[in-house]
Nanobody, 124 residues
């Protein structure tokens, strides 16, 4: 399995930007498509964005479209989530996840490996 470690979260103000990173180690990074998920207090974990193995295809939740960008550096074994125009409702624990399924999915159950999570808090 691949090990995932997120970084880059913290406390920001509404309208600010944050870039999350997720460093992978262990198995070959390019066998996985990667996703970002988030979980707000009292809510279920929800899909945010995913990116294909080569990085040429991406998909976003409606809440992330036009504000968030997912990318990956396969040489550096890292996936990123650039988040712009953050709002208080974006406050959540953000996790990256890896899947080796043949077909990309937004379902949490489709991801085998998860990072520990990284808190992003947006104040109004």
């Amino acid at each position: 399995q691949v090990q995932l470690v997120e970084s880059g979260g913290g406390l920001v103000q509404a309208g600010d930007s944050v870039k999350l990173s997720c460093a992978a180690s262990g198995r070959t990074f390019t066998i996985y498509f990667m996703g970002w998920f988030r979980q707000a207090p009292g809510k279920e974990r929800e899909f945010v964005a995913l990116i294909s193995r080569r990085g040429n295809n991406t998909y976003y939740a409606d809440s992330a479209k036009a504000r968030f960008t997912i990318s990956r550096d396969n040489n550096g074994n890292t996936v990123y989530l650039q988040m712009n125009s953050l709002q208080p409702e974006d406050t959540a624990d953000y996790s990256c996840a890896a899947s080796d399924l043949a077909e990309m999915t937004t379902r949490t159950g489709g991801y085998r490996c998860w990072g520990q999570g990284n808190q992003v808090t947006v104040s109004s």
